[in-house]
Nanobody, 122 residues
Framework: QLQLVESGGGLVQPGGSLRLSCTTSGVTLDDYAIGWFRQAPEKEREHVSCISSLSRLYYADSVKGRFTISRDNANNTVYLQMNSLKPEDTAVYYC????????????????YGKGTLVTVSS
């Protein structure tokens, strides 16, 4: 059973940076696509970024040029480096996994972590 644990969230000022980590266990990470989704209060969950099992990268338009996703299969971890953060990036960030391919739809991913809160505020 694949398990996902997010870490690295917190409070940051506008323009600041955070790095989120998604640590997996229970399966070989090499075979899985890992995505990041976020959900702000009273809003639907939305796709942020994804990295496929072959390291193909996907980003939402709202984060292109500011966020970078990467994976370290040896350490079973996927990272989301977030720079130039804006108040509208405030949300609970979830990592998600699916076999091999990314999905831009939350329903298209098979496993989710419990999330980590990112707050961008002065």
């Amino acid at each position: 059973q694949l398990q996902l644990v997010e870490s690295g969230g917190g409070l940051v000022q506008p323009g600041g940076s955070l790095r989120l980590s998604c640590t997996t266990s229970g399966v070989t990470l090499d075979d899985y696509a890992i995505g990041w989704f976020r959900q702000a209060p009273e809003k639907e969950r939305e796709h942020v970024s994804c990295i496929s099992s072959l390291s193909r990268l996907y980003y939402a338009d709202s984060v292109k040029g500011r966020f970078t996703i990467s994976r370290d299969n040896a350490n079973n971890t996927v990272y989301l480096q977030m720079n130039s953060l804006k108040p509208e990036d405030t949300a609970v960030y979830y990592c998600a996994a699916s076999f091999f391919y990314c999905s831009g739809y939350s329903q298209g991913m098979d496993y989710y972590g419990k999330g980590t809160l990112v707050t961008v505020s002065s």
